[in-house]
């Protein structure tokens, strides 16, 4: 008589992590230590493409809990005041090779979802306790669905974002959600969520976001004093630090840019639409500036500066909500259609862009979609624009590059 085999006697997929990667101290005082710029934005890509996560390493070595969320919004507030270390994984950039993450999902799918499975196939989010994804995309609703089954005993939750942001059962709706997510971390090993705790963390999250808003101001006002690639790597590296430390990485990066002299360029002036999930390389960032383009506005690592301040005063779940709710951010992943034209002209207005580059990443349907929206309004109020696809482990830009500075020159000679 054939047996049943049962489904826990099937061994987990995921291997033992691989050795290696950088080696940080506990407490992460590696950040007191950088002195310039130069330092700071060297060690910060040293941290971001370690796939390793050496910074998460140091914070659970001595039992800390760290929180893995995937892309886009999350409230990691929640998770901060609970004693976790919120971490956004965003996919492995050039780092990993995909050997067995092509198997469960299908070729025409995005990369940041293929390579946040290779990262756990292959044992790398071992020293994750938990992990959650908001729910953006198809993409992302059935990686949590695999995550839960390659990586069992570790708590996966799925965070319902709302879709209608007009309806007086919103904020209701999500100040329910948040208090779900509260109470699966609880149960992956944080502490007990108390008024006091997230209040304190409002106040944290409040510096950092005003910091990096400081830091992309700085960018648009003077953007020939820092590249689009170390502006990016100086905040992106705050999601894999505790916020603390993110907070003195960028005073101390703000203060020694005022010491820092570069020559202007008669570059032009670019947003960036489309890059809010998956991250383009590094390497097609430092192609954007090559061929002549001040990046002065963009959508990369708006989970760091999503909102401005969180007020203290209320309920503090219920402020977190109204805090996504009620601010206005026109992204892919959010449902907001008939404002998207108009945000996207604003964007163009309040950063003094002379054009726009759409960057999205392959396969993704949430960016190609508001292309068309965006296209619509930039072609009424003229506003010239390009569209290049990327993907996390492109290497040759020849083509990309004969597009942008075929862009750039009708821009400074129209
Ligand atoms: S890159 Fe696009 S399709 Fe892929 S997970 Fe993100 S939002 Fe979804």
């Known amino acids: 008589m054939a047996r049943l085999i049962p489904l826990n006697a099937v061994p987990p997929v995921a291997e033992p992590a691989p050795a290696g990667g950088m080696e940080l101290s506990d407490d992460l005082a590696e950040v007191s230590r950088l002195g310039t710029v130069e330092e700071m934005v060297a060690w910060a890509r040293e941290v971001v493409q370690d796939p390793t996560f050496p910074t998460v390493r140091a914070w659970t070595r001595s039992g800390r809990k760290a929180v893995a969320f995937f892309p886009v919004y999350t409230p990691q507030e929640i998770a901060h005041a609970m004693g976790m270390l919120p971490v956004l994984v965003q996919g492995a950039g050039e780092s990993i090779d995909i050997t067995r993450a092509d198997a469960p999902l299908g070729s025409f799918l995005c990369s940041v979802s293929k390579s946040t499975l290779e990262l756990a196939l292959t044992g790398r989010l071992d020293p994750f306790s938990a992990f959650v994804f ?3 995309c198809d993409v992302s609703r059935n990686l949590e669905g695999i995550f839960s089954r390659v990586l069992p005993g570790r708590p996966t939750h799925m965070l319902h974002l709302p879709q209608n942001f007009t309806s007086k059962a919103t904020v209701p709706y999500l100040t329910h959600e948040y208090g779900r997510l509260a109470r ?3 149960a992956a090993g944080g502490t007990p ?9 409002f106040s944290v999250f409040n510096e950092n976001r005003a910091l990096v808003r400081e830091l992309v101001e700085r960018k648009r006002r003077e953007p020939w004093v ?8 100086l905040v992106r590296v705050g999601n894999f630090l505790p ?3 993110h907070i003195e990485l960028l005073q101390k990066a703000l203060s020694a840019l005022d010491g820092r002299s570069r020559s202007r360029k008669d570059s032009v002036r670019v947003a960036i639409v489309g890059p809010f999930c998956e ?4 390497d097609l960032l430092d192609l954007l500036e090559e061929v002549g383009c001040y990046v002065v506005e963009d959508e990369l ?7 401005r301040e969180v007020p203290s005063t209320g309920d503090p779940l219920t402020e977190l909500a109204r805090a996504y709710v009620e601010n206005p951010v026109d992204l892919g992943v959010r449902a907001t259609p008939t404002t998207k034209g108009a945000a996207v002209l604003e964007r163009v207005r309040r950063s003094g862009a002379q054009g726009v580059i759409f960057l999205t990443a392959k396969f993704c349907e949430p960016a190609l979609e508001d292309v068309v929206l965006y296209r619509r309004a930039l072609d009424e109020a003229k506003v010239p624009y390009l569209h290049l696809e990327f993907e996390e482990r492109s290497s040759a830009y020849e083509q990309s590059r ?11 000679f129209e």
Do not use: D, G, N
Not at 193 to 201: G, I, K, Q
Not at 279 to 282: D, E, K
Not at 404 to 409: I, S
């Open 134 to 136: 908001p729910y953006i």
């Open 193 to 201: 969520l108390t008024p006091e705790a997230l209040r304190h963390s």
């Open 279 to 282: 991250q383009p390389t590094l």
């Open 402 to 412: 004969l597009q942008l500075e075929t862009f750039v020159e009708s821009i400074l």
């Open 301 to 307: 690592q708006m989970l760091l500066r999503w909102y």
């Open 226 to 233: 820092l590249s689009a690639t170390e502006a990016y790597l």
């Open 243 to 245: 916020r603390e430390r």
């Open 184 to 186: 699966q971390l609880e």
